[in-house]
């Protein structure tokens, strides 16, 4: 059994990534536990481990007393001299346990580890799989819907994920088959629960699908500064240029709106403001009330404005239930108070 238990070690080492070193420490709490499960608690153990010689001891330690008390722990000066005359009082006299019933026990505590090991080196390789994807984007296969929650199970190239339902974009229907574009948003480390959390609805989603389908922003020329979003319904995008040349919101909506008609369908129709960005605040907040045309900006405090439109463009500005306002207003970090003239 011993040298098939290191063989096994061996090849976990090799392609889960595990050291050896950690789980001799693992088999060795195992078999002081089933020792003492054997045993009674209250007895001593020692595990001795030999690497090169591929062998596994167990041995039952006692002390050498004077008067024993416990004959678990300890053991009398006049008995322990029978075994061996250098036995002192404070040492400890060791015999290794070699019962039937107790090599059983040690094997399937053995193989308990491994099989622990082996799911803790998978979800470990997992783990950093997706740890070196976090705040990027994948293409995931939808694998099954489950009709009581709504959460999808997705096929990536890393396992199987769930994306829960309030990670979807909402009124979108996913079916069997689908490929899509999901957002990692993090990964669990700890030993329990989903090892990653994806979403469609996170505003990173939308920035780095703009990375993928824009070269101008690939490249750096053009610039997110920002973007926030209601998933389902409306983003705001703000983008600048680096190039004066280079116009960053044609080079985002594209010849006839090529490119940006290809995001809104990834995003199962979202409507996508994009935004000229300006260090000037007043400016910035102007254009993030796109498409409201905005007669004058007037910032009545650090990051505090009033905005003055038109009173037929007044319910545009705002948008429904105050979505366009609350959106530019995150997107630019300014509380925005609308009047009309």
Do not use: W
Not at 148 to 174: C, R, W, Y
Not at 196 to 223: K, Q
Not at 277 to 304: C, F, K
């Amino acid at each position: 059994m011993n040298k098939e238990l290191f063989a096994a070690l061996d090849m976990l080492e090799k392609e889960k990534g595990i050291s050896k070193s950690y789980m001799y420490e693992k088999i060795e709490a195992a078999l002081v536990s089933a020792f003492k499960k054997e045993y009674g608690n209250n007895t001593n153990v020692r595990v001795a481990i030999d690497e090169r010689k591929e062998d596994i001891k167990v041995y039952q330690q006692k002390e050498v007393v004077e008067v024993v008390e416990n004959p678990e722990t300890q053991i009398s000066l006049e008995e322990a001299k029978k075994i061996a005359k250098k036995y002192t009082l404070g040492t400890f006299v060791e015999r290794e346990v070699k019962p039937k019933n107790f090599r059983r026990l040690s094997a399937g505590a053995a193989k308990s580890v491994i099989i622990q090991g082996i799911r803790e080196g998978e979800r470990r390789a997992i783990q950093e799989a997706y740890e070196n994807q976090k705040d990027e984007i994948i293409t995931a296969t939808v694998s099954k819907v489950h009709a009581d929650t709504g959460n999808v199970l997705l096929e990536t190239e890393n396992g199987f994920a769930t994306l829960l339902k309030s990670e979807q974009i909402p009124g979108e229907v996913l079916n069997v088959g689908d490929k899509i574009k999901v957002y990692v948003l993090q990964v669990n480390k700890e030993g329990k629960g989903p090892i990653v959390t994806l979403s469609r609805t996170h505003a990173g989603l939308v920035r780095r699908i703009f990375e993928l389908e824009i070269p101008e922003i690939a490249d750096g020329v053009v610039i997110i500064k920002g973007a926030c979003r209601e998933a389902g319904s409306r983003t705001k995008i703000a983008v600048y240029s680096r190039d004066e040349d280079v116009d960053p919101i044609g080079a985002c909506i594209g010849n006839h709106g090529m490119r940006i008609n290809a995001i809104v369908d990834e995003l199962n129709g979202e409507k996508i403001d994009i935004i000229r960005y300006s260090e000037d605040p007043v400016q910035y907040v102007s254009e993030a009330l796109s498409p409201a045309p905005v007669e004058l900006v007037e910032m009545t405090g650090e990051r505090t404005c009033r905005a003055v439109v038109n009173p037929d463009q007044l319910s545009l500005a705002i948008g429904k239930e105050g979505q366009n306002v609350r959106l530019a207003a995150r997107l630019t970090g300014i509380k925005i108070d609308i009047k009309t003239e």
